[in-house]
């Protein structure tokens, strides 16, 4: 068992966070305000940007493929560094609310990320009024 878990960890996947173009942000597109930014920021950005912090458990196989597999598919997603017109804010609402996001995996390792009532009613607001610009 041993050797097959120190074999595991020569299998290194890519833990990038490519450089921010701030043209290309949520924030270049859309006037955020701050708690909607500070919501995004804490429960969001972490997988849904090119700002990932990389936990210590990233570096340790099999963990470490399941992390970079979640990341690249999130910001395949929706990253909020690279926000692309073919996602709508009313995307992150919806997710929010029917509870799908973030995801709950994330938020028992980050009970930071858990969004009361009120933030998510907060997103919900903004991107109501974000998609009618």
């Known amino acids: 068992m041993l050797v097959v878990f120190g074999g595991m960890q020569l299998v290194r996947p890519a833990r990038t966070n490519p450089p921010v173009n701030a043209a290309n942000t ?17 429960a969001c950005s972490d997988c849904h940007s090119n700002r990932t912090k ?8 099999p963990v470490s493929w399941l992390l970079a597999d979640h990341v690249k598919d999130a910001r395949r997603k929706m990253n909020l560094d690279d926000f692309q017109e073919d ?15 973030p995801l709950k995996g994330y938020v ?26």
């Not at 949520?26 to 804490?42: D, H, I, M, N, S």
């Not at 996602?87 to 996001?101: F, H, P, Q």
């Open 26 to 42: 949520l924030e270049a597109q859309y006037e955020v305000p701050g708690e909607v930014k500070q919501v995004l920021e804490r």
């Open 54 to 61: 990389w936990p210590w458990y990233s570096h340790v196989a």
């Open 87 to 101: 996602v709508s804010v009313k995307d992150i609402c919806k997710e929010l609310r029917i509870g799908t996001m």
């Open 108 to 133: 028992l390792l980050h009970p930071e990320a858990k969004l009361s009532g009120a933030e998510i009613q907060a997103v919900c607001a903004w991107t109501m009024k974000a998609q009618a610009k």
